[in-house]
Structure formats: structure tokens, C-alpha cells
């Protein structure tokens, strides 16, 4: 086995995760920051998501970039593995973004959506949301995810505050200590949050983080 692809002990599994999931959100906040920002009020979910991927793949080839991107691979709306679907009826999460240091590799799925006139919190919230981690459609073999939000309109504390809102406990199957709090994963990216969910199916609870992205143009 290698020296860039080797399986970690267990004693430096957390921490190793730990850096990965900081890792990944860096990641984000630095093809996001490439983005021409006048043009994201416009543009559907796919778009945003592409022109970030397009970015981080830039990061990746950019000779001024720390060393360690080196370790990661990103991949632009990939298809989803399971034993009920096959080929083009496979779901779609919208990032991924995967180690290349360690076996079994970590892999974090994003799920984007957009917040604004015509697109609501429920739809974020719902089963093709949030949902897609809490049924195990996205990431059944993981215990972290993340959902990113997109807001075209208002602000970021505005709809963080109508996510909050309309987050159920029993609906959302929030577990002990799992409430919507806020968490510094970078100072980057300012509106990030964490929630935990009980998931059916004998899966782990999942932990996951929520990023809003102010795509207003502003």
C-alpha cells in the first residue's frame, strides 16, 4: 500500500475526519469565491453548483494552492450507488468531494438548493432535501453531509431564521443535543450551522452541515 492512499489507525480516525470536513468546506468557500457574483441571483441550482465544481477543479490545477488539495477529488452531480437503482434512474447528489489519502476513502455529499422568491425553506427541508440524507438515499454508508443554501434574495440571517422556524424536531428527527447550532468549521464561510438526525433503516445518526451562500449579486 502506499504512502498516499493507506488505512488510518483508529486512534487518528477522528481527527483525520475532522481535517477532512474542514478540508471540504475550505474547498468550498474557495471555488465559490471564484464565482462572478453579479451573475448567481439568475442562475438555477445545477448552474451554481457546476460553476463551483468548475472552480475547485481550478484550485486543484492552480500551482499557488496549498499542498493538500492535492488529496481531494470533487465530482459535479454523480450518481448515487444503491442496490434499487441502476443506471439513469440512479438519484444525483449535487457535490461530492472525496480523499484520495486514506482506505476505505471519505467521501462528503453536498445537497444544494435555492432560497428565494419562488423557492422555499420547505422545499430545502423536504424529501428532496434534507430528507435525501435523513431516508439514507445520501451518504447510508457516512455519518456527516451537508446541505448548502444558495440565497438569492434578503440576506443570510433572514432565511436562517426561517429555516430555524420551520425545522421540526419530530419531523426532522432531531436527536438528543442535535438543535440547529452554530458552528465555525472556517471564517470563510460565516453562516454555517449544525444539525444531528436519528435515521430509520439501521443506518447511524447523521450530523449535518448547513451553509448558506449569499448568491444575491451583492
Not at 435555492?114 to 431516508?135: C, H, P
Request: proline share 4%.
Amino acid at each position: 500500500m502506499n504512502s498516499h492512499s493507506k488505512e488510518i489507525a483508529p486512534s487518528k480516525a477522528l481527527a483525520y475526519r475532522d481535517a477532512f470536513v474542514t478540508h471540504v468546506h475550505i474547498l468550498l468557500w474557495m471555488g465559490y469565491s471564484r464565482l462572478e457574483r453579479s451573475a448567481l441571483p439568475n442562475l438555477d441550482e445545477p448552474a451554481i453548483s457546476g460553476l463551483i465544481c468548475e472552480s475547485i477543479e481550478a484550485v486543484f490545477d492552480d500551482a499557488t494552492s496549498p499542498d493538500w488539495v492535492d488529496e481531494y477529488d470533487v465530482y459535479d452531480d454523480p450518481p448515487v450507488h444503491d442496490r434499487q437503482r441502476l443506471g439513469k434512474y440512479r438519484r444525483r447528489v449535487d457535490i461530492k468531494l472525496k480523499s484520495r489519502r486514506t482506505r476505505p476513502r471519505l467521501r462528503f455529499c453536498f445537497e444544494a438548493k435555492l432560497l428565494g422568491s419562488n423557492n422555499r425553506v420547505a422545499e430545502y427541508l423536504g424529501k428532496e432535501g434534507l430528507g435525501r440524507f435523513l431516508d439514507g438515499s445520501y451518504s447510508s454508508d457516512q455519518t456527516i453531509g451537508g446541505m448548502i443554501a444558495y440565497v438569492q434574495n434578503d440576506d443570510c440571517d433572514g432565511w436562517c431564521s426561517k429555516i430555524v422556524a420551520k425545522l421540526d424536531a419530530e419531523a426532522h428527527k432531531i436527536g438528543r443535543g442535535g438543535s440547529w447550532t452554530t458552528v465555525t468549521i472556517t471564517n470563510d464561510l460565516p453562516h454555517t450551522y449544525r444539525t444531528i438526525h436519528k435515521r430509520t433503516k439501521r443506518l447511524t445518526n447523521i450530523t449535518i452541515l448547513h451553509t448558506l451562500l449569499n448568491c444575491t449579486g451583492k
